[in-house]
């Protein structure tokens, strides 16, 4: 079974890479940007940046939205995937805007606009917490320096949130600021909760990657780096009254992976006493790794990470 999931893993990284790879050869070529059915977005192509390489970031604005009103902020990784899915690599999208629209309309989260970071051919690296190798052996560490998450997160809190506020206004302190993705995106959404507690007051991370599996250039050990993942997040958790945390998994696919190492990080955060109030963690049955099944389970962990429903 062991071997099944390692074989299945590798394919899928080797797939998620070269998917990536194409996206950016596609959109090169064809020119097109995604739409949207609700709301409108905004590009700022080429964002340049002194820690990554500049890529685009697009930000999704509610219906009526003008610059100074109050509402919140939610980033969000691997932006090309959010919006449109004729304009992703597999055809498959989260619907931010058609959910977010809706859930802004029945009055079940806050006014928020969503700013989507396009990920590049170094989506791994990036998202990869580099602190965890001080809690890891130096010789269960391949490369010392493939982890780029924490120049990442210096892009996205020093470089990208500032242009925001400026540019757009809206409220700016961290209760009202929010940050999410999926798999890798997960992983490093939790790690930048941690990182960044001063600047996001709640994460949503659906099927993240705490495994570390498949990292081959980073280590040949993914168990010795989710132990140190797990003791990294033990010793920098953010408050737990202040704080607000959405965790999920899939129990199909590449998903039935995750779930041992999701409970032993369940069994962290509710052994320090966090609450149902702050910290929810849910498994669905028959969803796999894929942007159709983070869709469906989006309005739930939107709802409760911004509203704390």
Known sequence: MKKALRIIGIVLLAVLVAAGVFLFLEK?????????????????????????????????????????????????????????????????????????????????????????????????????????????????????????????????????????????????????????????????????LCEYPEVFGGAACLSSHISIAYLKDFTDDSDAAADAFLRYVSDRMPDRETTRLYMDYGKAGYDAAYGPYQERMDSLFRSRGWDEDHYRSLAFEGHDHKESFWAQRLPGALKFTLYGD
């Open 28 to 192: 090169r070529r064809t020119g097109k940007d995604p739409r949207v059915s609700s709301g409108t977005l905004e590009f700022h192509k080429d964002f340049p940046s002194g820690y990554v390489t500049p890529r685009t970031v697009s930000v999704w604005l509610p219906d009526g939205y003008r610059a100074g009103e109050e509402c919140c902020v939610l980033y969000m990784h691997d932006g090309q995937m959010l919006f449109d899915s004729t304009t992703t690599w597999n055809r498959q999208e989260w619907k931010v805007d058609e959910v977010l629209g809706r859930l802004m309309a029945d009055g079940s989260v806050k006014r928020t606009i969503v700013v989507g970071i396009d990920n590049t051919p170094d989506r791994l690296r990036e998202l990869l917490p580099g602190k965890i190798q001080s809690y890891m052996d130096e010789d269960d560490i391949e490369d010392p320096a493939y982890a780029l998450g924490d120049s990442y997160l210096k892009f996205v809190t020093e470089e990208v949130k500032p242009f925001i506020d400026s540019l757009y206004r809206p409220l700016t302190d961290r209760e009202h600021t929010f940050i999410a993705g999926s798999s890798m995106g997960g992983l490093i959404s939790l790690y930048a």
